[in-house]
């Protein structure tokens, strides 16, 4: 898969899990969860860095999850959580583009 749809789905992977993103570019995204408030222990505040590199024929990704100082009992480590969803996004994106892939061999109509 070329490296803007592992991208793109880096991108997809990290919102649906409650991300919000900061930064997004060639080569890393980055976002975080909204602290919440008035809750004991807290929760949110959490950061997420998706490192994108060409490896071979196709892309490296490392991810790495933070947490905040603030609200530590609460929060969780989000990175198996993005990779879960990267993985499923990544895989319906090559479902969808497979049949639009031409036949080698065969001209597209």
């Given at each position: 898969?070329?490296?803007?749809?592992?991208?793109?789905?880096?991108?997809?992977?990290?919102?649906?899990?409650?991300?919000?993103?900061?930064?997004?570019?060639?080569?890393?995204?980055?976002?975080?969860?909204?602290?919440?408030?008035?809750v004991?222990?807290?929760?949110?505040?959490?950061?997420?860095?998706?490192?994108?590199?060409?490896?071979?024929?196709?892309?490296?990704?490392?991810?790495?999850?933070?947490?905040?100082?603030?609200?530590?009992?609460g929060?969780?480590?989000?990175?198996?959580?993005v990779a879960?969803?990267?993985?499923?996004?990544?895989?319906e994106?090559?479902?969808?583009?497979?049949?639009?892939?031409?036949?080698?061999?065969?001209?597209?109509?």
């Amino acid at each position: 898969m070329p490296e803007s749809g592992v991208r793109l789905a880096a991108q997809e992977a990290c919102v649906a899990a409650g991300f919000r993103l900061i930064r997004a570019d060639e080569a890393a995204i980055e976002g975080r969860r909204a602290p919440l408030w008035g809750v004991p222990f807290g929760s949110g505040g959490e950061a997420i860095r998706v490192e994108l590199e060409r490896a071979g024929g196709g892309t490296e990704v490392l991810i790495v999850s933070e947490l905040s100082f603030f609200g530590t009992l609460g929060q969780q480590h989000l990175d198996r959580r993005v990779a879960e969803l990267l993985d499923r996004f990544v895989e319906e994106n090559r479902s969808l583009e497979s049949p639009l892939a031409p036949v080698p061999g065969e001209e597209r109509r």
